[in-house]
């Protein structure tokens, strides 16, 4: 099996030059560029690239060769991992190649899939998908009639995966395997992109369609790429059959596109993006719903597995839990037009959505409030709706928890600037699910830390935000940490669902693979990237 290659396209005669910022002007005028979201201090380059192309990309390449230096990827920067902090070398930013290039209808998928650049954000592909107004690019020149039919009904169609953060470019977004909070039903990412070109590290370029490159593991492909030919040989790792972002994607049979899915910018930059896209559903059916306790919580969540696998009609895109302290730091808004009026007796809330049609919204209704009431409430005591203020009513809920843990981080940093939160990206399999939140409380009680517990539930995917008040604190919630890092690789989980690995987490590596394991992907690595140009410091 020979992987094709490609070339680049051809810059448009509309298209500024390759933009060089100096180092000099770097702090003043870019500074934002050298940081992320994880807040990771000592950024810097010794130049900064703007590209507007592909052609663009591989002069980028061609100078960092000539420096005998190496090359960071930066888009949308709201990453919590450090992935797009430049620690030396150059920086590499892509945002501005953000055109749409094209669409076509899958009869295979029976759906539409578009092609964009990967500085495209998530906002801007779903604005334009409702208004039916994507920019195509026509480089001077007509788009073709599928793209009009595609345009005709786009705002019939929506982006799938729901990454928290609608700033976050396409891009980005393929290179961490991003999710949200639909992934539960939708799936990541992954599940969602078709098509990739790659510029690998010598300037050879890869079009790589799902599907088309598929190893056994007895399999084998090969890469022409300029520097040399590479064999490719399945690696023996697997990983594990939950969601998880930590390192190279290897399962049976190895789809070679997995392999760039999520591997954080270290084995090749990012050129265009094929996304495969979901017709909306008639309509959202949202509730929050309270209990009196977490277990009654986490109860309604086993009966909501349980009733998917029946004919009662409940099959949510998504479902969310908060804990005691998450409602608690809601309550407590100082703004009392930021406060939500949770019940007094509320110890813990589930979110959940689905998607309905006006013919099934009565019986969708009475399905979830009979299995609320199995669970000691039910929809008259459930905040939720279907209208379009409702639904942001309850997506302002849902993310104002992180925000609420941020500003007070940021208080408290005024009496102590040392100290940030520690905030935790782990989950495991359905069965260890009740034990790590056990681990969770009972570890962070232990040491009397304050704590917020809340995210994924349906993919036993809890983020548990540590929020220390001083040095002593810092140091014992980074203990806290590892312990609980430990305890989810235990029970078959990942150090990271969602997030990536980064510069931050590369020491967790150690905990979820064996050194064989680790090699291989160091491996694969050196295969893709032989001179070691792209990402230093992310992963390994």
């Known amino acids: 099996m020979v992987v094709p290659r490609s070339a680049p396209r051809p810059d448009s005669k509309k298209l500024p030059p390759l933009q060089t910022v100096p180092q000099t002007r770097i702090p003043e005028s870019y500074a934002s560029h050298l940081k992320d979201e994880s807040r990771l201090q000592g950024g810097h380059a010794e130049g900064l690239l703007f590209a507007h192309s592909e052609e663009q990309i591989l002069r980028a390449i061609e100078q960092v060769h000539e ?9 949308g920067r709201t990453g919590i991992v450090g992935g797009a902090v430049p620690l030396g070398g150059f920086l590499l930013s892509l945002e501005r190649m953000d055109r749409v290039l094209g669409a076509a209808w899958s009869e295979d998928d029976q759906c539409w899939r578009i092609r964009v650049e990967p500085g495209m954000t998530l906002a801007r592909l779903q604005e334009g998908l409702d208004r039916r107004n994507l920019p195509f690019s026509s480089d001077g020149g007509e788009i073709t009639e599928e793209c009009k039919a595609f345009l005709e009904q786009s705002s019939l169609w929506f982006y799938a995966p729901d990454p928290t953060e609608q700033s976050a470019h396409l ?43 598929l190893l056994s593991p007895e399999q084998r492909c090969r890469v022409d790429m300029q520097s040399g030919p590479v064999t490719f040989h399945h690696p023996v790792y697997r990983s594990p059959k939950i969601k998880s972002v930590a390192g190279y994607q290897v399962e049976e049979p190895l789809d070679l596109i997995d392999l760039f899915i999520g591997s954080e910018g270290t084995l090749g930059v990012l050129t265009e993006v094929e996304v495969r896209l979901t017709r909306k559903p008639p309509l959202l059916l949202a509730g929050i719903s309270f209990f009196d306790s977490g ?42 037009d930021a406060a939500f009026p949770i019940p007094p007796d509320a110890a813990a809330a589930v979110f959940f959505e689905q998607a309905g049609s006006e013919e099934t919204l009565d019986d969708l209704y009475s399905s979830w409030d009979a299995l609320l009431n199995r669970c000691g409430t039910g929809m008259e005591k459930t905040w939720g709706g279907v209208d379009a203020g409702t639904l942001e009513r309850l997506r302002t809920f849902r993310h104002a928890v992180p ?39 009972s570890r962070l009680q232990r040491d009397g830390l304050n ?17 220390p008040k001083n040095t002593a604190e810092l140091s014992k919630a980074r203990s806290a940490y590892q312990d609980m890092a430990e305890r989810a690789v235990a029970l078959g989980g990942t150090v990271s669902a969602e997030h990536g690995i980064g510069k931050l987490k590369k020491k967790l590596m ?23 140009i792209l990402c230093r410091g992310n992963i390994f």
């Open 171 to 213: 891009g980005g977004t393929a290179a961490t395997n991003a999710s949200g909070s639909r992934s539960f039903r939708y799936g990541a990412t992954r599940r969602h992109l078709t098509g990739l070109r790659v510029m690998l590290s010598d300037g050879t370029l890869l079009e790589i369609k799902r599907g088309d490159a």
């Open 403 to 441: 925000e609420k843990v941020n500003q007070m981080i940021g208080a408290l940093q005024r009496d102590c600037p040392d100290i940030h939160k520690i905030s935790s990206d782990f989950a495991v399999p359905d069965q260890g699910l009740s034990s790590m939140m056990d681990f969770y409380r």
């Open 451 to 467: 704590f917020v517990i809340f995210g994924h539930i349906g993919e036993n995917h809890l983020h548990v935000n540590i929020l």
């Open 67 to 75: 420096k005998k230096s190496h090359l960071t990827l930066s888009a």
């Open 295 to 336: 277990d009654r919580a986490f109860e309604c969540v086993f009966r909501i597995r349980e009733a998917m696998k029946t004919t009662s009609g409940i099959c949510p895109d998504a479902i969310e839990f908060f804990d005691r302290h998450s409602l608690n730091l809601l309550r407590g808004a100082s703004d009392p």
């Open 510 to 532: 150690g905990l979820m693979y064996k050194p064989d394991a680790l090699c291989e992907m160091r491996h694969i690595k050196a295969q893709f990237d032989p001179s070691g």
